[in-house]
Every structure is written in C-alpha cells, then in structure tokens.
C-alpha cells in the first residue's frame, strides 16, 4: 500500500509527493539514485521519515514496470 503517496494538481504541479510535505518522490529517488541512504536523507529532512523514504522506492519500481508503448 501506498498510504503516503499523494497526487494533487495544485501541489507541486502533479507532482507525487510524500505526505503533503511538498517533498517530490522524484526527488528522493535522485538522492537514493545519488547514493544517499534512507537515514542520510531523513538527517538531512528530518520531516521525513523511513517508510516515505521505501514508499517513494516502491512507488518508482512500479512506475518502472509499467509497460511504455509509442504512439504514432
């Protein structure tokens, strides 16, 4: 489940965020993909906490099964 996911078009453009704290999931993703642990982020944003970090991972692995067609 992916309680802590929202989408809301007045919120950071459509963005996916994290628990209505404006943080992006895309953003975590690009600190996990930097290489950054779950507690490096949290130190750093202390607003978050663990289970948003591995909700944003969840929410980017299903984004990436999702299968992408061309439309010509």
Known sequence: MLNRIHIDPDICEG???IR???I???FV???LGD???ADEIIKMYPELEKED???A???GAWL???KTIAIP
Do not use: F
């Open 29 to 31: 993703l690009k600190l």
């Open 35 to 37: 290489g950054y642990t």
């Open 24 to 26: 992006t999931v895309d």
């Open 53 to 55: 970090i591995y909700q």
């Open 64 to 66: 990436a099964s999702e």
């Open 20 to 22: 209505n704290i404006r």
């Open 15 to 17: 963005k996916p965020i």
């Open 57 to 59: 991972a969840k929410y």
